[in-house]
């Protein structure tokens, strides 16, 4: 129901697009041109609108309500779903400057469509500058109504030609991916084992990409640091594995990056963070199910087969990491994801994880196992963690 | 001479203390006084030389006023070198409004300070009052409890005859200059020019220097008095006072010169209605203290009970007379003078068991509402004034009157505490804001309920002057120096009805304000951003211009009607 706008505008694909999608790699396809639908929908939605005012009567958008408290997790579909709460935007003398903005970002947005251009979220914040009274303030201002927007229209804002300006993430180890060439559409053959030091970029837009792999599983990786001394040590090759790096909470493109590549190959994805609760609540759960404020999308925007390898908080015993004291914002966090997050709450082992974390009121990084040796982590962490890959918290 | 001051100078404190007759000091207990003597050995050592009786005989003596308060400065206000400077420019302008009033004269006064050196003024004020009959003239400046208007029960500035006497006191005291007074009691009199020193001891005046001089005025008073002090411009300054004074006297004018001023500064009349002469009156019954009622029989004339009742004060018919006799199981025709302690006692219940009319209320003279919107109008920018004046009320058988006033808005700063003024018989008070009662009726309203933003405890916030007088002919002051007004629970309850009647209205100005604010900038919305709309919609669906103008004009429609609705 939810999804259901995204579905229509996705059209043939959408279907296939569904957590462990059986058909082709093809069939996953979804790229920005799936915009004619979405110029569909605008005009249908500003046609209601002008209807209304000539009868007039007063225009109503409704927007899904965009937080942690109207997403409802599904274990059996594997991410947040958004549950039905909407908030309703009634065109009245108080509503007349948000209105007059969401409508004009819409404008702004077909038009990128029709000319298949592009606007990140500053430039768009930018072109906003152009509209007199209505322009935008801050950019904050901007972004909230391109989220609306996206809300409304439950399509992805690379559909509408927004991009962000965040960078998706870095791959390294034994991948293909099969882009296509921006001049002549001939498919490129990317070689993610010839970067030598350096590593992949994930593309801000995905849908595109094809994979060739004969790795095991894909080790995601929270901070570069990590990142760069496996690489450095060419732990792929030894492990047999795809090597991505988040660099924080991932974003939609990498998270979509590492679903597709999952998804078409049936591999596994071990997730390997700092055993505090950011790591567990904000990256890996992020990764996971997907957020509070983009929950119309976390359907695409999810990587439902991750699992947990750690730091767990039962590493920070078991391996005597060094450790600081949790600060009062990560008690706050843990606490709130007890009592709130409808993830952490569905799974026993998270909150018995969680409260031992904050009965030991500690958190240890990913760095800290090298007190015991630079490599520890390569020749001994790893190995001994991912032989149990069963024990990883969901 | 110390008991009676004591007397007069303590209206509020309660009778209870000394209902066992005679009025007493409250020295403290010379027995608790030495520490060290509990811890002595039992046997006093013999050399120390004890006290006896005859002894101390030798150093009793009596203690004149003026010497008291010579010691005791800060009783009168001259506590510190800045607030000697206000007092005193305070008692000579408070004298002159009085002297001018009473003759029935638009007050019109000179204030001048010059600087002398860094830490020395003097202070010249300068009245077109009646002028001062040449005999009395020492005995006014120069003797400590000499006045008009201590004996009459009658609404004036002053009370006591305390206050331009202290100042010439205290400016002898700090630096040694006499008080020069200049005064002519109509035109082709003589002006008499006298310096004058008070004998602290004596409490006497010495005269200095007697002579006619030629003095351009045709009738007035000038006092000059050399003091040290500091002159300092914002809170309880000077100006404040001057200021403060204009508007509660907006019948006088005032030219004020200060130093570091190029020229003096003209405070302009705004009305030139006198307000109307208060009468004196006796007192009431039920605000006399049995001390006071026994020194009445005692000193009284008349020579029945009765009769002393009638004719002392005021309200006593002689069927209430009698009633008041009957209860106290007195004879109305009985001698006053020859009335025991136990009976005054007596005597003293039954008044207060009677009822009696309330004191007659002509003896107050309030500002009048009209009066104080002109007052605060020619002082202060506002967009909004209101004022109200109660009817008269009665504390301990004395009549008072509350007076509000309220300016609102213009260029009274936003952000800030409420500016409260607070007079007293149409003299500015300046300090112990936190100890008067006015202060504690202010606090003691919720101000937010009219509009304004008021944190707990603390004055209400906003662009606010507010204006509170109490006029009574005998005001409950808590000290001497005249600064703040004793809480007596019907004093705050008309405080408290006077400053809730000017919230309401400000309150009803605040909203009716609001809401054209408010419908000003739904317009403005409208206006702004409807327009957008329309753009946005055109293009998307790409319709014609004429289409969008359509579609704007309807939307506008739309909702200036829904506003409206």
Known sequence: MV????????????????FMAKKSVSAEKRGPSGGKNVLEAIRASAQDIHKKILARKKPTMKFPVRSLSNVRYHPQRGFFEIAGRKKERTLTVNTVKTFAQTLRMVSLSKELIENDDIATKREAYYVSKNWEEARFNEQPESDTVMDDVEAYFAVNREQLGFIPEEKGGDVAGRLVVIDHDRDTGKALRIDCTRFGSGAYSIPISVEQLEFETGADFILVIETAGMFQRLVKHNYWKKANCILISMGGVPTRACRRFIRRLADSKKIPVYVFVDGDPYGITNIYRTLKVGSGNAAHLNEFFCVPQASFLGITPQDIVDYRLPTHPLKDVDIKRARDAIKNDPFIR????????????????????????????????????LPEKLRRPERFLP | MIASFMDLGAPVSSSKSRSGGSPQLDFPDMESLPPEAKEEPVEPPETRKRETAESMARRQREISISEFFSKNRHLLGFDNPRKALLTTVKEAVDNSLDACEDAGILPSLKVEIIQIEEERFRVCVEDNGPGIVKAQIPKIFGKLLYGSKFHTLKQSRGQQGIGISAAGMYGLLTTGKSIA???????????????????????APQVITDRVVEWEPPHGTRVEIELAGTYKKGRHSVDDYIRQTAIANPHC???????????????????????????AIKPHPYGVELGVLIRMMKESPVRQLGAFLQKEFSRVSSRVAQEICGEASLKTRANPRSIAAGEAE?????????????PATNCLSPIGEEQILSGLKKEIDADFYTA???????????????EAGLAYGGTLPG???????????????????????????????????????????ALPAGPVLLFVHIASAWVPFTSESKEAVAAYPEITRELRLALQECGRKLASHIRTHRRAAEEQKKRSYIEKYIPHIGIALREILGFSESAENRLVETLKDVLERSRTA
């Open chain 1, 3 to 18: 999804a259901r706008g995204f579905r229509t505008i996705g059209a043939a694909n959408g279907k296939q697009d569904r």
């Open chain 2, 253 to 279: 004018e005032i030219v004020f010169s200060v130093p570091g001023e190029d020229g003096p500064l003209h405070l302009e009349r705004g009305s030139s209605v006198l307000p109307p002469e208060p009468k």
């Open chain 2, 181 to 203: 007074v200049t005064s002519r009691t109509g035109p082709g009199k003589p002006a008499h020019y006298y310096e004058i020193q008070i004998d602290t001891r004596k409490n």
């Open chain 2, 388 to 402: 109200v004046t109660r009817s008269p009320s009665v504390y301990r058988g004395n009549p008072f009157q509350v």
């Open chain 2, 415 to 457: 952000d800030e505490l409420v500016e409260l003024m607070r007079f007293a018989n149409r003299v500015p008070l300046q300090y112990q804001q936190s100890a008067c009662a006015i202060s504690k009726a202010v606090l003691g309203i919720d101000w937010r309920s009219y509009g304004l933003s008021q944190s707990k405890g």
């Open chain 2, 346 to 358: 007596r005597l003293y219940r039954a008044i207060n068991s009677t009822k009696i009319m309330s």
């Open chain 1, 346 to 381: 569905h799974h026993k082992e998270w909150i018995r994880a969680i409260e031992l974390l904050l009965k030991m009121s500690v958190r240890a990084e990913q760095q800290a196992l090298a007190k015991h040796g630079l490599n520890y982590v390569i020749d001994t962490y």
